[in-house]
């Protein structure tokens, strides 16, 4: 999920190189790493565009670091350029450009996938040591298939890099009960934009540590993350239920987060779908098994434009009866007031669960749309609002579909960590919102277009009725919409772009500030 306000299009025309000045031999003398430089087009191929697909821009060089200290000498020789900048980039997943750097270094992070994997054991429990370039989902297959571990928070796509979630937040249906990814490390090694390499945690340089998480990239480039570990159950049995009034599915969802680890479901999120037979935004997109069918006769006649879904999930072992199992799951699911007879579940492996998106992948990939633009909309919003944004965007702007998801879950503020870099809605329960769009094959431009305005639109409307929301993953084009955004926290953001980017190398694509000369 990745947050999307307004896009726009940088001229393409020019060389790279004329962007900042550099010559991109001056810049290679200067490098001094041992890892492997690219240019022209074979940089532009790499780190060009990303999944949002609607901005295109020429990096100098992309970088492919053999570690730290070809990360840190990128960086450094930044800072003996006049303009240059550096942009770590994962697996390229970011909407909006925030992992590009026109005119500049961009350092292609999988390169260092492999270059940390160990777990360790501490009295607090277990812990698994991995680079920032390594994907989550392979972090997930190496920890169950060798140890029987996993880490405790995800987000729903795991084909992300762990430097690239953790720059932002990393949020899924697991967030309710420990926090984002980002409240579930304890360990960073980071090169700061001094270029300096350095190992932080609460405990050990926290200024930093607090700072990079969340921290949009704006501080350091994470080379190495300490992640929580929890044994790993067996199975999972997936639930989707269904709701006719947004009122009554809220209040079960936030009974379901606020309850007691072994009271509640292991995962809760939720979404918005039309209520129709449209096959990418209706009633077909709800059962889980190709032999479920969506009735809709059990709808009461009093159905609005668009119903909400609770989709959870149950951790188990092999070693427990289906009994035991449907008994946990009946006396959780027995208190809330969802439709009768629009239930679906169905049981399969921890694992296949965790990578339950990566076949949606497969199948975008074949109808094309994953190649296609991506302009998707992820906020925070207050639980005071959240009733409003429903009747104006879920009802009204939103009454036919966004071509893909429309999450909306609740999650616990006590469970973030204030000192990390995110902001977030006031309050103790607040929703996430995204609006995951996909964009048709066959799809004329003024559509995309149209779902571009709608994106302005909600944002537009959310600042004038004086809704208490937050971009996650956010993108601004002025200095005041960022000032907006952080609001009281704008202060901290700066001193501590000071500190560890004081010549503002860093994440040039986020368009917060600007390189100082």
Known sequence: MIAYIEPYFLDNDADAASVTGQSFDGVSESLHIQGEILCGGAAADIAGKDFGGMNCVKPLAVVRPVGPEDIAGAVRAALRSDKLTVAARGNGHSINGQAMAEGGLVLDMRSTAENHFEVGFLPSGAFVDVSGGALWENVLKRCVSEYGLAPR??????????????????VGGQAFRYGPQTSNVTELDVVTGNGDVVTCSEVENSELFFSVLGGLGQFGIITRARVLLQPAPDMVRWIRIVYTEFDEFTRDAEWLVSQKDESSF????????????????????????????????????SSGSVLYCLELALHYRDSDSNSTVDKRVERLIGRLRFVEGLRFEVDLPYVDF??????????????GTWETPHPWLNLFVSKRDIGEFDRTVFKELAKNGVGGPMLVYPLLRSRWDDRASVVLPEGEIFYIVALL?????????????????????IVQWCVRKGIDFKLYLPHYKSREEWIRHFGNRWSRFVDRKTMYDPMAILSPGQKIFNRAP
């Open 437 to 457: 769009r996909f964009v048709p094959t066959c799809a004329k431009t003024s559509s995309f277009e149209k779902m571009v305005a709608q994106n302005q639109e």
């Open 354 to 367: 965790l990578l339950r998106v990566k076949r949606a992948e497969e199948i975008a990939k074949v109808n």
């Open 153 to 170: 928070s995800w987000t729903d796509y795991l084909g992300l890099t762990v430097g690239g979630t953790l720059s932002n937040a990393g």
């Open 266 to 301: 292991d995962y809760v999120e939720g979404f918005v779908f039309v209520n129709g037979d449209d096959p990418v935004n209706g009633w077909p997109t709800v059962p889980l098994h190709p032999d479920h069918d969506f009735d809709p006769t059990q709808l009461p006649q």
